[in-house]
């Protein structure tokens, strides 16, 4: 049913050696419907973390347009701006019979050398999207967040994550700290900079989990 993501990518289940993300990064999910503003949230929370001196690296998943509708995702590295072609819409008549978009094997090669080094090199790890591909079929972009690392210095994980598959995701991620919905006002926002801020800075200083992070209302899983 997949032949361009099976060949492209490993399952979760035979590469990433444990059940569940484990150590003492926060995951935050951002949570939505298609084209609920994840992917615009994501790239401005990076955007103000970079600005604020928080090393932010990973990947986004923004949709190309032509004539107002979705014609591809590609892929946007968070740290250097780098884009690839990961979705192409698929003619009108082979979609009535299967997925909508077929998918480049190269992007999601791609997209899991990023995200292993963002998590080895960054204090954020923003990725975008996680959806019916990772849910359901245990790929995409989830056995690179899952591969057991020797070393990791990612504090933080930023996901974007399609709100009817967020149940799926946490049991197979260990749980989400927070499940944020979009849209995201302007105040929730902040917070949420600041959350991951002190976070980050708390790790450097070894300080260990911050106040806000205490705060918080438990793990969602």
């Given at each position: 049913?997949?032949?361009?993501?099976?060949?492209?990518?490993?399952?979760?289940?035979?590469?990433?050696?444990?059940?569940?993300?484990?150590?003492?990064?926060?995951?935050?999910?951002?949570?939505?419907?298609?084209?609920?503003?994840?992917?615009?949230?994501?790239?401005?929370?990076?955007?103000?973390?970079?600005?604020?001196?928080?090393?932010?690296?990973g990947?986004a998943?923004?949709?190309?347009?032509?004539?107002?509708?979705?014609?591809?995702?590609?892929?946007?590295?968070?740290?250097?701006?780098?884009?690839v072609?990961?979705?192409?819409?698929?003619?009108?008549?082979?979609?009535?019979?299967?997925?909508?978009?077929?998918?480049?094997?190269?992007?999601?090669?791609?997209?899991?050398?990023?995200?292993?080094?963002?998590?080895?090199?960054?204090?954020v790890?923003?990725?975008?999207?996680?959806?019916?591909?990772?849910?359901?079929?245990?790929?995409?972009?989830?056995?690179?967040?899952?591969?057991?690392?020797?070393?990791?210095?990612?504090?933080?994980?930023?996901?974007?994550?399609?709100?009817?598959?967020?149940?799926?995701?946490?049991r197979?991620?260990?749980?989400?700290?927070?499940?944020?919905?979009?849209?995201?006002?302007?105040?929730?926002?902040?917070?949420?900079?600041?959350?991951?801020?002190?976070?980050?800075?708390?790790?450097?200083?070894?300080?260990?989990?911050?106040?806000?992070?205490?705060?918080?209302?438990?793990?969602?899983?």
């Open positions: 049913m997949l032949p361009a993501v099976r060949a492209a990518v490993p399952t979760a289940r035979s590469e990433r050696g444990a059940p569940r993300l484990t150590g003492q990064a926060l995951r935050i999910a951002l949570t939505g419907p298609r084209q609920s503003g994840k992917t615009a949230t994501m790239l401005r929370l990076a955007t103000v973390l970079a600005g604020r001196g928080v090393q932010v690296a990947v998943q923004p949709a190309r347009r032509a004539e107002g509708r979705i014609v591809g995702y590609d892929l946007l590295d968070l740290a250097d701006g780098e884009r072609t990961l979705a192409e819409l698929l003619p009108a008549a082979e979609r009535m019979s299967g997925p909508a978009f077929r998918f480049a094997e190269e992007g999601w090669s791609w997209a899991r050398q990023r995200i292993l080094a963002a998590r080895r090199d960054a204090l790890v923003g990725v975008d999207e996680l959806g019916w591909v990772e849910a359901d079929h245990g790929e995409g972009h989830l056995p690179p967040l899952l591969l057991p690392l020797t070393e990791e210095r990612a504090s933080c994980y930023l996901l974007g994550v399609r709100a009817d598959r967020a149940e799926a995701l946490g197979r991620l260990g749980g989400f700290a927070r499940l944020l919905s979009m849209p995201l006002a302007a105040v929730a926002e902040e917070e949420l900079l600041q959350l991951v801020e002190e976070r980050c800075r708390g790790i450097l200083a070894g300080a260990g989990p911050c106040a806000l992070e205490r705060a918080l209302d438990g793990v969602v899983r």
